[in-house]
Every structure is written in C-alpha cells, then in structure tokens.
C-alpha cells in the first residue's frame, strides 16, 4: 500500500494514530505494543460482517457491491421475527408493508454475485414488525409470553409447544430453500426477568422441577419465593432448549451451515435476567460461532467484555465481536473509533467482527475508511 493513502496522513489520522496507541499501551503490560504496521495489518482469514435490514441500501445488489470492495465478506440481516417473515414462508405472515418480495432470495443472490455470505438472522421470540392483527391473534391463541400482573408482551413464550414447532420450522424452511452460509439466532431469551408465568410454563415448570402432587403459589413461590432459583435456572433451559431443537432442525437439513447467536455481552449477567446462557450454548455445542453485542464507546469496557468471553468461550468456537457505531446504546463520533475497536477486538483474539449496522453512512463514511487499512486485502471468513 502507498504510504500517502493511510488514514494515519491526515492531522485527524495522527491523533487518531497516537490514540490507538496509547489505548494498546493503557491495556496492559502483556499487549503487544507492536508496531504501527499492525494498526493497517488487514489479515487472510477474518470473518467480516455487518448486520443489517432484510432490504439493501438502495438494493441487495449495491450493498454487495460496497462490502465487497471494502473486502467485507459477510451479512446479517434479519428476514424474519416471531410473527413475520421477508421471504415467502409457509409458517409466518408476509410483511404488508414490506410487499410480496422474496428479499432473502435477493440478498442471496447478491451475495453469490460479489462473494459475501448472508447469514438469515431470526429474531426468534420477539414479534416486531408484526401486524397488529398477527399479535392479537397470537394473544387470542395463548402464546404470548405472560407477566407476574398477567399482562401480555409481544413475544412468544419458547415453552408453548406450538410456538416451537413454528419457530424450528422457520429455522428448517430456510435452511432448506435457501443457499445461505448461515443462520443467526437473535433475541433468543426474555425481555427481562418478569416473565414468562402463562399457564404452559405453570404447568411445564411442577411438572419438570417435581413431577406431580406439589402446589406452588403460582407466581408468587418462583419470582421471590422458595422457587425462584429454581424457576430462574428452569427459564434458561427452555431457551437453550430451543437452541438445541434449532439446531437439530437445521443441521439434519444442511449440515453444512453455520449457526450463531447474537448475544448479550455481560454473560454472567444475562443468564438470570434474559435467561441466555450463552456459555451453555457453546460448552453444549450448540453454536459455531457466537456475537456478542459489544456496544459501547468506552474501550475498557470493551475491553472486559471481549475478556471475559473469550475465558467463558475457552477456545470451543470463534468468537466475532459485535461492534455498535450505530447502536441505540452508543453513538461513534466517526470511524476512527470503530477501527480502534476492530483492533481491540482482534487483539483481544476475536476471529472475526459484525457492525451494527449496514446504513448510508456506513457505506459513505465508514467502509472507505476502513478498506484504506484494516481491511485493505481480501479476508475469507
Ligand atoms: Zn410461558
């Protein structure tokens, strides 16, 4: 590379340049301080992802275009929740306001048109962008997920017995009628702890935690009671056997694709408040590679996320750090920082990287930016 193309030219690139510095010497002793060489280091073998919309900006075929000059080999876009789907599904309403497109077979055609890998992302149990008709309707059906007052939220409870068929049934359908590289699991958990006590998880949670004849004070004994360990521990179960009846459903359609989950970052937390266990998932084989959502401005955090995973993971799969200049949880100033993070997360020993998410600026600002170092030459993911 010509030396007068690096971002490190311009005065905003040296302070940039003395930053990134200055941040691999903070980090510690053990950190190799190497060299600036490092900060353009564009390695052979990296998956790199962004997430992004079931439509591409302006189209599939531009959008592929752009990653793939920025040698990006990757794309997560969601092309289906809990009550809609982006492609023609035979288990889930079309988008009406999306149209009749088949946008996953768009994407995926794009894709193989300019190299890049479409990962289809679920966005498992919760039903957003659903038509209100289709909420009411799963309401009406008794599979919405319950709070301890009764009210009901918008998403499926992962221990209704019909919700599961459909939701492995989505997993199956695209498995098997699309060439995608992979499928992605997102909000794959609860929303929060308040939740779910519907009459399938009464029933499910005595019947697996005593088999029959106990009375608990339902929901009283398992959200402050003698049950709540118990119940807490249950909850996470459930999903994580969802994950593995996905998984099964998928890889004895196509053995051959990927399945990962997009995941909290704190993942001692998240067990008891999501009920995700994403160690579980890994440690039960259940994922082939996992992203966390490490979104954040401040590096030390980043930092102590990337950490802390990569010690849970202990080298079972890759780790593919999920980075947010466009999250609702933080704002980048520009991408001086998001490449300040690619190197963090590289350092930090993540195979791989996923944006939230694909935008114009993106496009515009950011992927030039990038392609002039980190990703400067072609990576297989
Ligand atoms: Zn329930």
Redesign the pocket.
């Known amino acids: 590379m010509n030396i007068s193309s690096w971002p490190g030219q311009s005065a905003g690139g040296w302070l940039w340049l003395t930053l990134s510095l200055g941040i691999l010497a903070a980090a510690g002793p053990a950190r190799q301080i190497g060299a600036a060489p490092d900060l353009f280091w564009s390695p052979r073998s990296e998956l790199r992802g962004v997430w992004a919309h079931y439509y591409g900006i302006p189209d599939w075929a531009q959008t592929m275009r752009n990653l793939h000059q920025a040698n990006f080999n990757a794309v997560f876009p969601y092309m289906c929740s809990a009550g809609v789907a982006y492609y023609p599904s035979r288990l889930l309403p079309f988008s009406e306001t999306a149209g009749p497109y088949d946008y996953l077979a768009k994407a995926t055609s794009a894709g193989q048109q300019y190299g890049v890998q479409i990962h289809a992302r679920m966005l498992v149990l919760e039903a957003l962008f659903s038509s209100d008709q289709t909420k009411v309707q799963l309401a009406q059906q008794g599979r919405l997920?319950?709070n301890s007052t009764g009210g009901t939220l918008p998403w499926l409870?992962p221990?209704?017995p019909y919700n599961r068929e459909q939701v492995v049934g989505v997993a199956r359908e695209i498995a098997r009628n699309y060439p995608v590289a992979g499928l992605q699991l997102d909000y794959m958990r609860y929303p929060h702890r308040d939740c779910?006590f519907?009459e399938?998880?009464r029933r499910k949670f005595v019947h697996d935690t005593f088999g029959s004849g106990t009375e608990v004070r339902w929901p009283h004994d398992v959200i402050s009671g003698a049950y709540k360990d118990a119940f807490l521990r249950w909850r996470q179960e459930q999903i994580t056997g969802l994950v593995r009846e996905i998984r099964e459903a998928v890889k004895s359609t196509r053995a051959d694709i990927a399945l990962s989950a997009a995941v909290f970052p704190n993942w001692r937390s998240a067990p008891e408040r999501f009920g995700q266990d994403a160690q579980a998932w890994i440690e039960q084989g259940l994922v082939d590679f996992i992203c966390p959502m490490n979104y954040t401005a401040d590096i030390i955090t980043l930092i102590g996320w990337l950490q802390q995973q990569r010690e849970l993971i202990g080298g079972r799969v890759p780790l593919m750090a999920g980075l947010g200049p466009f999250s609702d949880a933080c704002q980048f100033d520009g991408p001086h920082q998001l490449l300040d993070q690619i190197l963090i997360a590289r350092d930090e020993g993540a195979t791989g990287f996923v944006i939230f998410n694909y935008n114009e600026q993106f496009a515009q600002d950011y992927l030039p930016y990038l392609a002039m170092g980190v990703t400067s030459t072609p990576a297989s993911p």
Do not use: F, S, V
Request: charged content about 10%; proline content about 0%; some cysteine.
């Open positions: 997920m319950r409870c221990t209704n779910c519907c399938h998880c």
